[in-house]
């Protein structure tokens, strides 16, 4: 018998992803906001990674930006209420 389980903590990227969508917290494009990446990025560095600007300059600007982040109130980590 095979299991499946996700690789590093992906999983939790995911629940927070689906979770900032039932909260209509998503650009049109179903990404996150500007503030909200720059919480999860320094999170999920390991399973994610933007493609465009190159990665350390998006280290750079999440190094600026978390501060700002977090002192209006988003947080890395969100679950999904339960249906």
Avoid: H, K
Wanted: aromatic share 10%.
């Amino acid at each position: 018998m095979a299991f499946f389980r996700p690789a590093l903590d992906i999983a939790s990227f995911f629940e927070t992803l689906f979770a900032l969508g039932q909260r209509g917290e998503l650009t049109e494009s179903g990404a996150p906001s500007l503030l909200q990446t720059a919480v999860m990025v320094p999170e999920f560095g390991n399973e994610i990674r933007l493609t465009t600007p190159p990665w350390p300059v998006v280290r750079a600007l999440c190094a600026v930006l978390r501060p700002i982040a977090r002192r209006r109130g988003y947080t890395a980590r969100l679950t999904a209420p339960a249906a």
